[in-house]
């Protein structure tokens, strides 16, 4: 790009990079990484014990680990939205 030409996305040059762009949206919205690293536990697990789930059949198994897995991200959410309200609301209150 010429010096003499203006840039075309003059707010997405200014960020240095993907990772800074990650880092600031985790502190804007700190449970979402939370649900999303519950949510991947919760598969890691239910995949481990897959191999020892004893006579319980497989169908079952994978039933109870997608619940699981999904209400933990649920749940996240549901924290993270409560916490987004309570700084909105209690701790900046209007003026």
Same mark, same amino acid.
């Given at each position: 790009m010429s010096p003499s030409q203006e840039s075309v996305y003059p707010d997405y040059e200014t960020e240095t990079s993907?990772?800074?762009k990650l880092i600031k949206k985790f502190k804007e919205t700190p449970f979402v990484p939370i649900g999303m690293a519950?949510?991947?536990a919760v598969v890691a697990y239910g995949l481990y @014990?897959?191999?020892h789930r004893g006579d319980m059949k497989l169908s079952l198994h994978?039933?109870?680990m997608r619940v699981a897995a999904q209400g933990f991200a649920v749940?996240?959410?549901t924290?993270?939205?409560l916490y987004s309200m309570?700084?909105?609301y209690v701790? @900046?209150?209007k003026e």
């Open positions: 993907q990772t800074s519950g949510f991947t @014990k897959l191999k994978l039933i109870h749940g996240a959410l924290c993270g939205v309570f700084q909105e701790v @900046k209150p």
